[in-house]
């Protein structure tokens, strides 16, 4: 039996060990500064890169921190400062729980519904929205985390002294748990930046350079994330290639976060 | 003179940061709200959006097998056929490792010094995003399953789940990509019920004389079980609704095959594929589609969420 533990435990880990690998060898042999300042080339040409699709990941995944974050942290404000352990937290908490299990692809619906119908082109923004949603649960979760676990003793002293509320947790409250806050936008933004599903709908896609001089955000934009899942079911050996180096530089961003948080945590413990 | 003045600046200043404060404290309330709402929203917009397809289809949307763009007819049987397969599929390989990787990373079979490094790992598992699992599983995977995939169906092709020859992608590719995306889910959830157990039932049944396989299956699962059972139907939940891996990986074919080997589709590889190209009543079926999924995928949460929550009462 002990043995058994022993073995499912190296299964488990077979696929990540396998995962990576691969990764990090087939993706390796291409990446250089070139894939980030190149158009994808067409199939059979050597050269190129996913530059459009890296500024189009850094567009989606900024637009929708900028929606989520505020947004978040301030319902996790309110869930740990104002609403801790009443009966309408405890709701708001449950509702975000099922909010984060919602598969990505219904939220992708949701965003095409909301601003792909709306405006009536796929888009930069529409994809950022998407994004937006699936980023919340984490950032409210983590931020509600962060707060909760700071002392009270420095709240009473702030209010002791005379604070309000509010400056009590912009002074106080807000500072003390930023690390942990930081990590955890961090985590909930390399998460967003490998989601695919919502994207192929909402961002679509583009061989080219975003045209600024005309419709701004609201153009399509091509993706790592898209990049990889498009670029992987082609026959042509130079965009498989792209395919791995864009899955490369996805892993290694959430890898790096993972670890970064982790280190935070840690420190935070001691 | 100058006393009153200050004085006055100081309550106009109370008052400013009182307003400041109630401003504050209410745009948090609403946020937090606006949370809850959007989850409605989500529901809402998608089953207004289905609208026409179920006005027109009704409940036959679910059972119909034909979804044919050209003539506008629509059913997605054969779509929730494959997400369910392929979900047990991931269950049934996931579950017992899952649970034995929980055992191994709560028991003392390693110091903690192991131990924790070893839980950061598994749980990274989760955090690869599913596009380059559906990648890996292209061209890593399929080469590697098909061949076991051949004999299965040279010696056991009687069987009727080994009954067409592998042609690379197909049903049980994606079983086994699911199962590997949804084993930290319940790894993670199961060691948290494990080790929240509580240490008096452990020493309790070392005491009577029990041996740790004992106790481990007659006190620490049974006490753990509705943890373990939550973690179970969030992984579920995700292998219900996950997307691309499955998409890339499960061939994407409108038939339903007592095969593992046969292609198929699930709700979320059906709406990956055609929502970029589709328009008018197509859209409307997709959103049903998505409609159902979403049902799906939110009762096996809310269930999932009370048992979990449960265990992190105690």
């Known amino acids: 039996m002990t043995v058994l533990t022993f073995v499912a435990a190296g299964i488990a880990l077979l696929p990540l060990i396998a995962v990576l690998s691969y990764v990090l060898i087939q993706g390796a042999g291409r990446l250089g500064p070139a894939v980030f300042t190149e158009l994808p080339p067409p199939p059979l040409v050597k050269g190129g890169g996913f530059g459009n699709a890296f500024i189009g990941t850094l567009l989606t995944v900024g637009i929708a921190s900028l929606f989520s974050v505020p947004f978040g942290i301030m319902a996790a404000v309110y869930l740990s400062e104002f609403a801790r352990e009443t009966k309408i937290a405890s709701v708001i908490d449950f509702l975000t729980n099922v909010l984060s299990g919602v598969p990505s692809i219904v939220i992708g619906v949701f965003a095409y519904g909301i601003v792909v119908l709306t405006t009536g082109t796929y888009s930069v923004l529409a994809g950022g929205v998407a994004l937006a949603v699936l980023m919340l649960p984490t950032i409210v979760r983590t931020a509600a985390e962060a707060m909760e676990s700071v002392s009270n003793d420095i709240r009473q002293a702030s209010v002791g002294l005379g604070a309000t509320d509010f400056q009590t947790v912009s002074r106080v409250v807000l500072p003390a748990a930023a690390p942990s806050i930081v990590t955890g936008v961090m985590l909930a933004v390399a998460r967003a930046a490998g989601e695919t599903a919502p994207l192929i709908f909402t961002a679509l896609f583009s061989q080219f350079w975003i045209n600024w001089s005309q419709n701004g955000l609201l153009q399509p934009t091509a993706t790592l994330s898209v990049l990889v899942f498009n670029f992987a079911i082609v026959p042509y050996k130079n965009q498989q290639q792209l395919a791995w180096s864009g899955s490369l530089v996805l892993v290694a961003f959430v890898l790096i976060t993972s670890v970064i948080s982790r280190l935070v945590v840690r420190r935070k413990s001691r | ?314």
């Open chain 2, 1 to 314: 003179m100058q006393g009153t003045d200050s004085q006055v600046a100081i309550q106009r200043q109370a008052s400013v940061s009182s307003t400041v404060n109630v401003v504050f404290i209410r745009s948090t309330l609403v946020l937090a709200v606006g949370l809850g709402v959007l989850l409605f929203s989500i529901a809402a917009l998608v089953a207004y959006q289905a609208g026409p397809a179920i006005g027109k289809f009704g409940l036959n949307f679910i059972f119909s097998t034909t979804w044919n763009p050209v003539e506008n007819l629509y059913g997605a049987w054969p779509h929730i056929y494959g997400t369910l397969v392929s979900s047990a599929i991931a269950l049934i390989i996931a579950v017992p490792i899952g649970i034995a990787v929980a055992l191994f990373l709560s028991e003392d079979f390693l110091p903690s010094r192991v131990q924790q490094p070893l839980a950061f790992l598994i749980e990274l598992l989760a955090a690869i995003p599913s596009v380059v699992y559906g990648l890996w599983a292209i061209f890593v995977l399929i080469p590697l399953m098909t061949p076991m995939g051949n004999w299965l169906y040279a010696n056991l092709g009687w069987i009727p789940l080994f009954s067409t020859p592998p042609r690379g992608p197909g049903m049980y590719v994606a079983g086994v990509v699911l199962s590997i995306m949804i084993l930290p889910i319940i790894a993670a959830i199961s060691r948290d019920a494990l080790i929240s157990v509580s240490p008096d039932l452990r020493q309790a049944a070392v005491g009577l004389g029990a041996t740790r396989w004992e106790t481990i299956f007659k006190v620490m699962l049974p006490a753990a079980s509705s943890g373990i059972v939550g973690g179970i139907m969030l992984a579920l939940g995700r292998a219900l609704g996950e997307t691309m891996a499955a998409t890339m990986v499960i061939g994407n074919s409108n038939n339903i095959s007592s095969s593992l080997f046969a292609p198929g589709s699930t709700i979320a590889s059906l709406l990956a594929n055609q929502f970029a190209e589709a328009g008018g009543l197509q859209v409307s079926a997709l959103m049903y589609a998505a409609l159902i999924l979403f049902g799906l995928t939110l009762l096996v949460n809310i269930f999932a969420e009370l048992l979990v929550r449960r265990v992190r009462q105690v």
